[in-house]
């Protein structure tokens, strides 16, 4: 079945406790990207990935780091959280301009 | 920059009632996407317009883009239990074709 795939699907954790989102797609998309969710102000991309080994940032990167080593993997890292980073996260590939997400992340920074 | 608006942000019907949310864009767009994201769900793609004034028909889902491609409506005839959550709309941006979303409607079915 083709999917995208997130991991974990629930994460509490304390402030400046590194940790990373991983998120796979089996479709051999080359453009991947991260948003994050929060009430009232819709889906605000974080990063994108074109291909491999080419990010970009998106409108909200600040706290976040990417990479892009193969094609299927786009990890979402957050080096140091603050409580600010508490939010709904979902990965997204793309085809054809349509966007496959993941079913999302729900992180807690406390 | 670049702005997608999305109304309203919610809307509360009695089931058998119809939904429409509209979007407008601050500018011309070569496309407009349409997602559905269920409560506790992720973003499903509905549909995708690409022609001035088109109108596109999912059962009882009616999908418009206006003539000078800047707004765009979806329209649920009769809704139903199963079409709760919120829609959402996006187009492409100018400069990196990244998705502009709107910020969504929410259905909400009145008990």
């Known amino acids: 079945e083709a999917q995208v795939t997130q991991n974990p699907r629930y994460l509490i954790t304390v402030t400046g406790k590194k940790l990373t989102v991983t998120c796979s797609q089996n479709?051999?998309?080359?453009?991947m990207s991260w948003y994050r969710q929060d009430p009232g102000l819709g889906l605000r991309q974080i990063y994108y990935?074109?291909?491999?080994?080419?990010?970009d940032k998106g409108d909200v990167p600040e706290g976040y780091k990417v990479s892009r080593k193969e094609k299927r993997n786009f990890p979402l890292i957050l080096e140091s959280p603050s409580p600010n980073q508490t939010s709904l996260y979902f990965c997204?590939?793309?085809?054809?301009?349509?966007?496959?997400f993941g079913s999302g992340t729900r992180l807690t920074v406390v | 920059g670049q702005q997608v608006m999305q109304i309203p942000q919610y809307q509360h019907v009695q089931e058998g009632e119809d939904f429409t949310t509209y979007c407008n864009s601050s500018?011309?767009?070569?496309?407009i996407q349409w997602y559905k994201q269920r409560p506790g769900g992720h973003p499903v793609f509905l549909i995708q317009?690409?022609?001035s004034g088109e109108v596109k028909k999912q059962k009882r889902l009616t999908f418009q883009f206006g003539e000078a491609k800047k707004n765009s409506s979806l329209h649920i005839t009769a809704t139903q239990t199963t079409d709760v959550g919120t829609y959402f709309c996006?187009?492409?941006?100018?400069?990196?074709?990244?998705?502009?979303w709107g910020a969504g409607t929410k259905l909400i079915i009145k008990p």
């Open positions: 997204a590939s793309r085809f054809r301009g349509r966007y496959t």
């Open positions: 479709m051999n998309h080359e453009y």
């Open positions: 990935s074109m291909n491999v080994e080419v990010t």
């Open positions: 500018t011309t767009l070569s496309n």
């Open positions: 317009l690409v022609k």
């Open positions: 996006a187009g492409p941006e100018d400069s990196n074709y990244q998705l502009i």
